[in-house]
């Protein structure tokens, strides 16, 4: 037969108990308390209960009115009982102790909450007991009866082993609280919760009452997580359980809005006297917001940031894996053709936004390959086992999808299309991925120089290949020659052909000197340095070094000629090259400007004839002087002539060697030397290989003249 205990019942068991109770909500006011309380306090209930805890205990005391306060919100913020061994806690209404009419007053304290059912503390259970007088036997020595002590020293001893085990007791409490990270105490087969301190309850327990509940019903959508099973292979096997990072469901805002967190954590046995596996304490860590930095900084390092792609550590990477494999493997190299006009005229934005539609584009045609951003506007593509034929079938699916891109900004549009080189790799045929990477590379850079918007294949009997590969040696080698002085300067004569015993002139001629001491002619390493960009760095390394010679040869006290020197359209086209020769003037104060005459090609000057004119007038003032190399090679017409500072014209040596077989030539030199008269401007003729020449040029009116004929080029000091 069931017996139920009414609240009628619970209220006289609560009244006639014969410790002190008292029971306060959360803004500390009176809302019960029973007799023996209203007896310890000498007061009447009616004057106690409707009022604050400041208004029915004062002390009198400021500071001990605040510890009793702390004691209280302590339990509201933890959720859990607090106990208090030893407080002092003056009451002078209290009930006078063995007639010592003294107003201090000591107290056991135990503050339990009470929770509503949400999980919320709603009311504050306080059990004081009066220890005044344990604490004023002890102070006088006194015998009093403590848990059948008999004498003064068993009470100290008795007084002393309740203070301590109360202290122990709410230091392995506060420890407990203050633990790093969350920690909690399942206890028996079904895991109830014997302790679990604060983080923990936040973190998954999200407030609720889960102290004395087993899991399941406590913590439902733990045992759905596979909790209870990590569990019960703790308690089956007895050994601890770790997990890094392990993903796991919470639900703060409701059981409809799961948040995913990362934990670590262990699940660590507890042992009873006999060695019987009792329960498991729980301790770890929420490393969700260590674990999604590590995720980002991840994902930084082997992605591109602009585009979402793989970066070209994770292509290397990647690629590192599968060189060791037979193969083979297939590289398409992607570098868009113009993009620096996109750049140029619209924007860094408006370059970001092609590159993200570019990739979106190549994203469609990956066909199961890795696709990489390396460069600013450069792409690859890693094909695992795939032949020549289908990664060029697959670079064909990617030009069209580039080109098929209708980029507009601002108004304008441009018209995409990019340049491609394929190559392969793998241990099948002894290629490795960064030699693959260099072939493929090169191959993209001579589709770009047959008119781009190509694809070329590397193949080792490919002729155009062959010489790519030559020019990209001989870049290497000619970098490496201008940085350890291994450029050295020649001299070819230039004579008037009225005196030709005079020499005034000469043309500056560099030669490389390899590293075994070869004489590289410049026909093996110039278009080399056009090719991949060094000739602009040669034409400045060349001009310095002619300068430091005119120093040693006024040093030596010897006679410094004109000197011409060959400059590319490219140097001139730079707007720093200006400030470049400003600053040799300034740095080489006793050379003569003027002994400096620069020879750029026809074909060069006229490519972009404003900027070159520009150009050439401003270093015109300087003092140096400009000729027209090989005039006659390129567009052949005179329009231009007096829109450079010109001081002499070099015939070009196709005219010259056919002069006395081709009357069209001596025609057209005739007329180049009429114009050049009109204009002031001195006539040079090139590639002299017969001195029987000089005559017939002196008769045309031909100024000056060099060749092999006249003069064999030597070094110039």
């Not at 004691?71 to 102790?97: G, L, M, W």
């Not at 100290?156 to 969350?182: C, N």
């Not at 094909?383 to 999808?401: F, M, V």
């Not at 030199?669 to 017939?696: F, R, W, Y």
Request: glycine fraction near 6%; charged fraction near 25%.
């Amino acid at each position: 037969m069931d017996i139920a205990i009414t609240s009628t019942d619970f209220s006289a068991i609560f009244d006639h108990t014969l410790s002190p109770v008292v029971v306060f909500d959360t803004t500390f006011k009176v809302v019960a308390c029973n007799q023996a309380y209203e007896k310890m306090l000498n007061t009447k209930r009616s004057t106690i209960i409707g009022h604050y805890l400041t208004d029915v205990l004062s002390s009198g005391n400021d500071q001990q009115d605040q510890d009793l306060i702390d004691s209280f919100n302590s339990v509201i913020a933890s959720k859990q009982p607090v106990r208090i061994p030893f407080i002092r806690y003056d009451i002078p209404n209290a009930t006078v102790v063995n007639d010592n009419k003294s107003d201090e007053r000591y107290w056991a304290v135990v503050n339990t909450p009470i929770l509503d059912e949400h999980g919320a503390v709603k009311y504050i259970l306080n059990q004081p007991t009066d220890i005044t007088e344990l604490v004023q036997a002890r102070e006088k020595q006194e015998l009093i009866p403590l848990s059948g002590a008999t004498d003064a020293s068993q009470f100290e001893l008795g007084l002393s082993f309740q203070d301590l085990l109360y202290k122990e007791r709410a230091r392995v409490h506060e420890l407990f609280q203050q633990a790093p990270g969350f920690v909690c105490i399942l206890t028996g087969k079904n895991y109830t919760f014997e302790m679990a301190n604060k983080a923990y309850v936040d973190l998954f327990a999200h407030n609720k009452n889960i102290i004395g509940k087993p899991l399941a019903e406590a913590m439902p959508e733990a045992v759905e997580q596979g909790i209870s099973v990590l569990l019960d292979e703790v308690c089956a096997t007895g050994k601890p359980f770790f997990a890094r990072a392990m993903e796991y469901q919470v639900y703060p805002d409701g059981p409809d809005n799961p948040k995913t967190i990362y934990i670590d954590f262990i699940y660590q046995p507890i042992r009873d006297a006999n060695d019987e596996i009792s329960g498991v304490f729980v301790q770890g860590y929420d490393v969700t917001e260590a674990h999604n930095l590590n995720q980002k900084v991840s994902y930084q390092a082997t992605h591109d940031p602009l585009t979402g792609l793989y970066n070209r550590r994770e292509i290397d990477h990647r690629s590192q894996q599968l060189q060791s494999q037979p193969g083979p493997h297939a590289l398409i190299y992607i570098d868009l053709d113009h993009f620096k006009i996109v750049n140029d005229r619209s924007g860094h934005h408006a370059g970001d936004e092609l590159l993200l539609q570019v990739a979106d584009a190549l994203k469609q045609v990956t066909d199961n390959g890795l696709l990489a951003r390396i460069g600013g506007d450069e792409f690859v593509f890693l094909l695992e086992n795939c032949s020549l034929t289908k990664a060029k079938t697959l670079a064909r699916r990617a030009a069209r999808h580039i080109n098929d891109i209708a980029f507009y900004w601002q108004k304008s549009r441009y018209s995409i299309t990019a340049s491609m080189g394929i190559a392969e790799f793998g241990s099948a045929i002894d290629t490795s991925y960064t030699d693959a990477l260099s072939l493929a590379d090169s191959a993209c850079f001579l589709a770009k120089d047959k008119g781009r918007d190509r694809i070329q294949v590397n193949h080792p009997d490919d002729a155009d290949m062959h010489q790519q590969h030559k020019d990209m040696d001989w870049a290497t080698r000619l970098k490496e020659a201008m940085r350890e002085d291994r450029i050295v300067l020649y001299a070819q004569n230039i004579i008037k052909l009225s005196r030709v015993d005079q020499v005034h002139h000469k043309e500056i001629l560099s030669r490389l000197v390899d590293k075994d001491g070869t004489i590289v002619p410049p026909g093996a390493f110039i278009t080399a340095a056009e090719r991949y960009g060094l000739i602009e760095q040669l034409d400045r390394h060349i001009i310095r070094k002619v300068f430091q010679s005119i120093v040693q040869l006024q040093e030596n006290q010897q006679t410094v000629p004109h000197f011409f020197i060959n400059v590319s359209g490219i140097s001139l086209s730079n707007p720093s090259f200006k400030g470049f020769i400003e600053a040799l003037l300034r740095e080489f104060m006793h050379v003569d400007g003027t002994k400096i005459c620069f020879e750029i090609t026809e074909t060069a000057a006229v490519a972009n004839l404003n900027r070159t004119a520009k150009m050439m007038n401003h270093i015109n003032k300087l003092g140096i002087k400009f000729a027209l190399d090989d005039f006659g090679s390129g567009v052949a017409t005179f329009d231009y002539l007096d829109k450079l500072p010109i001081t002499y014209i070099k015939i070009d040596g196709a005219f010259v060697t056919d002069l006395k077989t081709r009357p069209i030539g001596e025609a057209i030199v005739q007329s180049i030397q009429n114009i050049a008269q009109i204009m002031g401007v001195k006539t040079i003729a090139e590639c002299i290989e017969d001195v029987e020449l000089i005559p017939h040029l002196r008769k045309l009116g031909i100024n000056y003249g060099q060749g092999y004929g006249i003069h064999r080029p030597e070094p110039l000091l």
